[in-house]
T-cell receptor, first 116, second 108 residues
Framework: GAVVSQHPSRVICKSGTSVKIECRSLDFQATTMFWYRQFPKQSLMLMATSNEGSKATYEQGVEKDKFLINHASLTLSTLTVTSAHPEDSSFYIC????????????FGPGTRLTVL | GQQLNQSPQSMFIQEGEDVSMNCTSSSIFNTWLWYKQDPGEGPVLLIALYKAGELTSNGRLTAQFGITRKDSFLNISASIPSDVGIYFCAGHNNDMRFGAGTRLTVKP
């Protein structure tokens, strides 16, 4: 149980384009999902907390107009990187919190974004 | 803020050896979790600890939630090559905080 999927696993795009990443909880409902960014050989950096049916809460320093988050259902959250630039290239990982256990997060497999 | 200090940063061990890593914090956490991340993958939950003093095992892995609620350790017994990866501790109160990770290399 507690499986989280992400799509796509890898994406390469041109500078200036937008990229959408999907995060799905496959076998449970997730009222809260999280989006992280991870640089090589570093820990996970929380970007934002996504609550179903409401606006996401962004961490300090994360541009909400650049990283658009939508959590339209209990099993799907999306992160859209708008007008991507090479410095946005990174490993993006989502996680979902199972309702019954509010302090345990299950992670997706991650999305490797490369902006040319 | 609620910083987690995870050590060691990296370990190079021989197959069959036992491994120990730990996380400490100046703040109290209500939950401690341990994750393993393979290259190019998302972290996978290994063990979750919910009570101070709790000792939990998952196969060859054992983790404990410190009595003070400010620390946790993870032990791996009889390491095997597939144990290679990065191990992250995480503490949770209102949100989740991660340690910097311990990179484990196992030599066959």
């Amino acid at each position: 149980g507690a499986v989280v999927s992400q799509h796509p696993s890898r994406v390469i795009c041109k500078s200036g384009t937008s990229v959408k990443i999907e995060c799905r909880s496959l076998d449970f409902q997730a009222t809260t999902m999280f989006w992280y960014r991870q640089f090589p050989k570093q820990s996970l950096m929380l970007m934002a907390t996504s609550n179903e049916g409401s606006k996401a809460t962004y961490e300090q320093g994360v541009e909400k107009d650049k990283f658009l988050i939508n959590h339209a259902s209990l099993t799907l959250s999306t992160l859209t990187v708008t007008s991507a630039h090479p410095e946005d290239s990174s490993f993006y990982i989502c996680s979902a919190r199972e309702g019954a256990r509010t302090d345990t997060q299950y992670f997706g497999p991650g999305t490797r974004l490369t902006v040319l | 803020g609620q910083q987690l200090n995870q050590s060691p940063q990296s370990m190079f061990i021989q197959e069959g050896e036992d491994v120990s890593m730990n996380c400490t914090s100046s703040s109290i956490f209500n939950t401690w979790l341990w994750y393993k991340q393979d290259p190019g993958e998302g972290p996978v939950l290994l063990i979750a600890l919910y009570k101070a003093g709790e000792l939990t095992s998952n196969g060859r892995l054992t983790a404990q939630f410190g009595i003070t609620r400010k620390d946790s350790f993870l032990n791996i017994s009889a390491s095997i090559p597939s144990d290679v990866g990065i191990y992250f501790c995480a503490g949770h109160n209102n949100d989740m905080r991660f340690g910097a990770g311990t990179r484990l290399t196992v030599k066959p």
